[in-house]
């Protein structure tokens, strides 16, 4: 269901006010644009879909049900564009309607979700501890583009099966095998990680 302040947004946006949707693209437009790039890995390329999420976003307000969250919704477009981004691996037009300003804190790097070393801390330790976030990573982007957006569907942005499918528009029974295989997969790819323990 849409949280009350987003329901009121999305009406006046629907009256034609504009500065509505802008605040509306303000409240969400980092979570979109972290999940895409860690999709992607490329800033321009998370940049220029987040766009597109937007734009897609308001010419679909009218068929928003108000059943949903409205992050859900988005995310479910976003998932969609990315899809249909990989399928047909075509340069894309960037429509600069909308303007959408990622702030440098809130951009994920390659080293996203690494703490910061501790004060008098081994630079071994923090070699290995980067390197062992590589290889994470990398077992993370072999996965096929349905895995890997169910594990950062579920493990980075927290959200439960039935939020999942939506999103993705698939059975929670798809959504749950889908996970459990990419589980599977990363733990027999990273399996020299545990037994170098």
Same mark, same amino acid.
């Given at each position: 269901?849409?949280?009350?302040?987003?329901?009121?947004?999305?009406?006046?946006?629907?009256?034609?006010?504009?500065?509505?949707?802008?605040?509306?693209?303000?409240?969400?437009?980092?979570?979109?644009?972290?999940?895409?790039?860690?999709?992607?890995?490329?800033?321009?390329?998370?940049?220029?879909?987040?766009?597109?999420?937007?734009?897609?976003?308001?010419?679909?307000?009218?068929?928003?049900?108000?059943?949903?969250?409205?992050?859900?919704?988005?995310?479910?477009?976003?998932?969609?564009?990315?899809?249909?981004?990989?399928?047909?691996?075509?340069?894309?037009?960037?429509?600069?309607?909308?303007?959408?300003?990622?702030?440098?804190?809130?951009?994920?790097?390659?080293?996203?979700?690494?703490?910061?070393?501790?004060? $008098?801390?081994?630079?071994?330790? !923090?070699?290995?501890?980067? /390197?062992? &976030? %590589?290889?994470? #990573?990398? =077992?993370?982007?072999?996965?096929?583009? $349905?895995?890997?957006?169910?594990? !950062?569907?579920?493990?980075? /942005?927290? &959200? %439960?099966?039935? #939020?999942? =499918?939506?999103?993705?528009?698939?059975?929670?029974?798809?959504?749950?095998?889908?996970?459990?295989?990419?589980?599977?997969?990363?733990?027999?790819?990273?399996?020299?990680?545990?037994?170098?323990?």
């Amino acid at each position: 269901m849409a949280h009350k302040r987003e329901a009121e947004l999305i009406e006046k946006t629907l009256q034609g006010r504009a500065e509505a949707f802008d605040e509306l693209v303000c409240l969400y437009q980092d979570k979109v644009y972290n999940l895409i790039y860690r999709l992607c890995h490329h800033h321009q390329d998370a940049q220029d879909l987040t766009q597109e999420v937007f734009i897609k976003a308001y010419e679909s307000l009218p068929d928003f049900q108000f059943k949903s969250n409205f992050y859900t919704w988005l995310y479910r477009i976003a998932a969609n564009l990315f899809f249909s981004r990989e399928r047909h691996a075509k340069a894309r037009t960037v429509i600069k309607t909308i303007p959408i300003q990622v702030s440098a804190g809130d951009r994920p790097t390659e080293r996203s979700g690494e703490l910061p070393p501790a004060p $008098g801390a081994d630079p071994g330790d !923090l070699a290995q501890g980067r /390197e062992t &976030l %590589e290889m994470i #990573q990398q =077992a993370i982007d072999s996965l096929d583009d $349905g895995q890997r957006m169910v594990v !950062l569907l579920r493990h980075v /942005e927290g &959200l %439960e099966y039935l #939020q999942i =499918a939506e999103i993705l528009q698939w059975p929670v029974g798809t959504v749950k095998s889908s996970l459990h295989r990419a589980r599977l997969e990363l733990r027999e790819k990273l399996k020299h990680l545990e037994d170098s323990k």
